[in-house]
């Protein structure tokens, strides 16, 4: 999980496409990030909800 985290900001810092040119483009593209973000955690979440629910059952 790590890595992909770091290969996401190495491939940010070394990329040769053109920065924002307006702050209206910069706030698009981290809402897109944010929400793509917080949509992988839900679905996360959500598969591995089942099994903690069957783990806290067990116990």
Known sequence: MLGMY???AFNFLTST????K???EGMTGI???LTSALWKVKK???NI???IMV???EA
């Open 49 to 51: 909800l089942p099994e």
């Open 17 to 20: 496409t053109p920065t924002p």
């Open 44 to 46: 996360g979440i959500t």
């Open 55 to 57: 783990f806290l059952g």
């Open 6 to 8: 770091l290969t996401t």
């Open 31 to 33: 809402w897109t990030g």
């Open 22 to 24: 307006t702050m209206t």
